[in-house]
């Protein structure tokens, strides 16, 4: 599937973004790099359509993949300016000496902390477009003219192309800085991506931001103008916030820890399985697992296959979403057997299926013997404590 890229330069090595919550923000959000092209799209109020229908495409692809180089933080410092309540503080009557000697004593503190970076490393941000190249090609054109991101000291230029898979591994892969892909849990890291109707929410709030004060009027007339008015008062209203969706980026896969047991003479005691013999218990539990799937859901036949490893022409995203079963040996002393009693299931940030279906399909018998009917050995899920206890022993945080 080919893949949009588009690359960002800052001319100096600091950013200046920060997130709603007033943190610094990085890597610079997808949500940044969509207000930093529909500002470079612009002619003053104008949206050219052609434009505007590339930015609409844009806006429904999936979450891009970024790639941003290595940060440390800059020092802080104090910008001291008005504060808007200025109008407030003082009537409108007073002489113009008092609101200058006002103005002295209400500035408030605005806090700047740049995050440092090096400006010959550039910014990767790289959308899946499906074989949509017409709109590709013109966001190309309008990378062209974006001249700033974050904020108005944060002077950049951008270039896009479009990019084969294999091409885009390679770029990715000889990236001397860090990957962020999105996809976890809501806990994790999030930053902000366009959305469907993210860029007539800019379009939005930049006229309502043109109108932001409106003057309010009352009857004055006169015999000779008896309709006049005159100015009241005026009233500031603040423009609606862009519509943005929240993607985490980042977060650590998930995990799930089985036991072996035994369940032909104990049921609480372990299931040894040899070390040297692994390869068989991962094949035959990650078969058992999807075949259990792929009988409740068979609708998700050809998911399933891709996450559990057994289709044949599987691509790098496909290797992506899969999960990763791990045999834990006993370690930790001198008398320890290496025998094999714990499963490790990690799963992927990219992986399409429910965390709980997987759970679910995990945990069952293993072992039957056809004779008997009985179950010789079957997969139990770990409890809380157990699973940190022994996530701690073996050093997977």
Known sequence: MPSLLLTVNLLDGRYHGFDTKGRPEWPPSPARLFQALVAGAAKGARLDEKDREALTWLEGLDSPVIAAPAMTTGQDFKNFMPNNDLDVELPKKEHDWKIENAVAKIRAAKRHQPLVFNQEIPFFYIWQCKDDNNHARRIGQIAKRLYQFGRGVDMAWASAE????EATNNRLADYPGVIYRPGGSESAYTLACPASGSLCSLIKRYEKNRNRITTILKPAPTKKAPNRKKPADQVFTQPPRPHFRQIS????????LYELRNMTADGNSYFSWPLK???RLVTTVRDNAAAKLKKQFPDKTSIIEQVFGLCRHATEDDKARRLQIIPLPSIGHQHADRAIRRLLVQI?????LIEGDIAWA???PQDIDTATGEI??????ATKQRKQRMLHHYKVY
């Open 162 to 165: 479009v990019l084969a898979t």
């Open 249 to 256: 980026y980042n977060s650590p896969p998930g995990r799930l």
């Open 277 to 279: 013999d692994c390869v």
């Open 348 to 352: 992927p940030t990219a992986c399409p």
């Open 362 to 364: 995990f945990a069952m």
């Open 376 to 381: 010789n050995w079957m997969l139990i899920k």
